[in-house]
């Protein structure tokens, strides 16, 4: 079965610091993809970023990048620079790949990001 | 199109009594999944649909629950006899069935209360 781990609950960081939010997983597939979403208080989920297993390169977008470790079964996310703007919860999710799109997802049970000002 | 629309946004209910939810899919998408969030956790597949077809269903999808997507575009959550349980928020989202997209759009859910 697959399994997303968020360790950290919740992470408070005082605005400007850079922040890191760890995930780690677990699948027997060897085809699969991995995601970030952002979750504010308004409820709706927010896409950041799909990877896919045999991409393991870094990414960065803005003030956001990824280090995705398949030999770690990580995928880690950091936010430099932190603005309030980013206080949220932060899910770190796990897709199968059955061919044909996106299938269904195992969710880590979030991070709360909290950015002081 | 302003992206997938959930009504209503929230809910409160006598425990029991019969609830629908409705979920409003991007237009030319013909995936769409229903989750449940409770609170603390992340969200929890439910079942997903592929047209008007039905492809999955979690075990957490109980009798009392059914989802249906009658002509491929909108579809409703039925959960008859709610229980305390069943408290939570209900996440629709939809994608569009090409290889290499994965994308998921999610709507803003509806909140449940079972009181």
């Known amino acids: 079965a697959q399994k997303v781990t968020q360790a950290q609950t919740e992470i408070s960081v005082v605005e400007k610091e850079d922040v890191t939010l760890d995930c780690v997983y677990e699948t027997r597939d060897t085809t699969y993809y991995l995601f970030w979403y952002k979750q504010p208080p308004s409820g709706e989920l927010v896409f950041l970023i799909r990877r896919n297993s045999f991409d393991e390169q870094n990414e960065i977008s803005g003030r956001y990048s990824w280090n995705f470790q398949k030999s770690t079964s990580s995928f880690n996310f950091t936010i430099t620079a932190s603005q309030v703007v980013d206080s949220a919860v932060y899910f770190c999710a796990l897709s199968e790949s059955l061919g044909g799109g996106y299938q269904k997802v195992t969710f880590g049970t979030g991070t709360k990001l909290q950015v002081i000002p | 199109d302003t992206g997938v629309s959930q009504n209503p946004r929230h809910k409160i209910t006598k425990r029991g009594q019969n609830v629908t939810f409705r979920c409003d899919p991007i237009s030319e998408h013909n995936r769409l999944y229903w989750y449940r969030q409770t609170l603390g956790q992340g969200p929890e597949f439910l079942t997903y649909?592929?047209?008007?077809?039905?492809?999955?269903k979690s075990r957490l999808l109980s009798d009392r629950f059914s989802a249906e997507r009658p002509k491929g575009s909108f579809s409703t959550l039925e959960i008859q006899r709610t229980e305390q349980g069943d408290s939570a928020m209900y996440l629709c989202?939809?994608?569009?069935?090409?290889?290499?997209?994965?994308?998921?759009?999610f709507g803003q859910g509806t909140r449940l209360t079972v009181v």
């Open positions: 989202a939809s994608s569009l069935a090409i290889e290499l997209n994965t994308e998921a759009f």
């Open positions: 649909f592929q047209n008007e077809a039905q492809l999955e």
